[in-house]
């Protein structure tokens, strides 16, 4: 018999630290391999994980709500057998496969973390022990200004980015040459995706201290604290240009409702926001410049192979962008299916981090609140983001007479480094030119 530890793993997206929300299990009772004992909070998602090893719990040695470090136990349990065969590490120098839904981990012989020279590496898995014993130092290496000891490279603009969203530049992958961290980085980090949400929690939310002046305060954390961050990398970053444009979309309306009686759609919500979402991936193919992004580090334009779609979804644990990956090879009854597959999954609250990973274009829905326009923030990493009014029946001209018709709104932003006015309108008027009459469609 002997006691394991459980470490808090990386679940597969650069973390560094998570809050215990909610144990699943209590000292005394048994689990098998793969059992879930713990719900954490990452700064993107809530993730159930699965303890690596079966026996009986002997200890939880983090309480709910504590926020701990990547690499710190957090349960202890007692096993059938002291010695348990370790993993084989494969050929990418000593990482091994974890389980399933956990990121890369290292054997004894390599940290993930990044260390100075010379500095002793030590092994991950926890020795047999029965009292807990301390979490090793997994935090992310400090910024090389005042430690003299881990030198982080990064150029002045960069670190001044980096303290202003209140990132630890050791906390970012570098991509630059030479191992400096770029603003590119910076923002991807901040971005990271943006987004996340995961396992049964429908309304999570940090805990509100009232003062006794009756003020309240709510921690900024999680998704919330992501979100907030990488809109200001966005806003502070890329010049934002907005434009609108008011349509009929009375024929659209038509279409919609069409739709719902066809046997292709059986099943399926179809609502307007199906055909903004054609509209877009066949739009980005005559203007592909809005599915572009923008590489300081190379100060090049890249252009993406496919429209990862991304839907802002509000969610009770804040905004997260989830994104359809290659939405422009997608029939219309299989985007529709995406569509609705990726509200359901955001309303759960079990939207995972890689599915909020690598958009490429996002639409916000912000018509669903009966608001008709705004100026919405470009997700970092993108190039463009369109706001889709609410569609409301509005007098109209028509051939010279006033009808009723369905009129919504649409806002475009995007990044003027990449595109400019002419690129920008010419994209807005053809999801416009759609909307209006989607037999254009066939034209694009």
């Not at 719902?260 to 979402?277: E, G, N, Q």
């Not at 509209?279 to 090049?300: C, G, H, K, S």
């Not at 990449?418 to 416009?432: H, P, Q, R, W, Y």
Request: proline content about 9%; overall charge negative.
């Amino acid at each position: 018999m002997g006691i394991q530890q459980f470490r808090l793993p990386d679940v597969g997206e650069g973390l560094v630290e998570a809050e215990i929300v909610s144990w699943k299990v209590k000292p005394g009772d048994t689990v098998k391999l793969n059992d879930t004992v713990v719900e954490i909070e990452t700064a993107k998602s809530l993730v159930e994980l699965p303890v690596p090893f079966a026996g009986t719990i002997t200890e939880l040695l983090v309480p709910e709500g504590e926020t701990v470090p990547v690499g710190t136990p957090i349960i202890s349990v007692q096993t059938d057998s002291v010695d348990e065969p370790a993993p084989e590490p494969d050929d990418n120098g000593g990482r091994t496969a974890v389980l399933v839904g956990y990121g890369p981990k290292t054997t004894e012989a390599k940290r993930r973390q990044r260390k100075p020279a010379g500095t002793a590496a030590e092994p991950v898995e926890v020795p047999v022990v029965e009292a807990p014993v301390p979490p090793p130092v997994l935090a992310p290496a400090p910024a090389a200004v005042e430690t003299g000891t881990v030198h982080v490279l990064a150029k002045p603009p960069v670190r001044k980015l980096a303290k202003d969203l209140g990132i630890d530049l050791g906390a970012v992958s570098p991509t630059g040459a030479g191992g400096v961290i770029t603003r590119a980085d910076v923002e991807a980090y901040v971005a990271a995706p943006v987004a996340g949400e995961l396992p049964s929690v429908t309304a999570y939310q940090p805990a509100p201290v009232v003062s006794a002046q009756g003020d309240t305060r709510v921690p900024v954390k999680g998704v919330q604290k992501v979100m907030a961050q990488a809109m200001v990398a966005s806003a502070f970053t890329a010049p934002h240009v907005t434009e609108w444009i008011t349509v009929d979309v009375s024929a659209t309306m038509e279409l919609v409702e069409r739709l719902k009686s066809d046997k292709a759609f059986r099943d399926l919500r179809v609502s307007p926001l199906l055909i903004v979402a054609k509209a877009v991936t066949l739009a980005a193919r005559r203007t592909p410049i809005v599915n572009a992004a923008w590489d300081e580090q190379a100060q090049e334009i890249v252009y993406k192979g496919a429209v990862n779609l991304g839907i802002a979804a509000a969610t009770p644990r804040g905004l997260i962008v989830p994104n359809i990956k290659g939405a422009d090879s997608l029939t219309l009854p299989d985007l529709c299916r995406a569509l609705n597959d990726l509200v359901a999954t955001a309303r759960e609250g079990k939207t995972q981090p890689a599915d909020q990973a690598g958009g490429s274009f996002t639409i916000t829905n912000v018509g669903v609140f009966g608001v008709d326009a705004g100026t919405p923030i470009i997700n970092p990493g993108e190039a463009a983001i369109l706001a889709f009014g609410a569609v409301r029946k509005q007098p109209w001209v028509v051939d010279d007479e006033i009808v009723p018709r369905w009129i919504t709104t649409l806002a475009l932003s995007f990044d003027h480094r990449l595109i400019d006015g002419e690129k920008g309108s010419t994209f807005l008027a053809d999801v416009a030119s759609i909307l209006e009459d989607p037999a254009r469609a066939l034209m694009f």
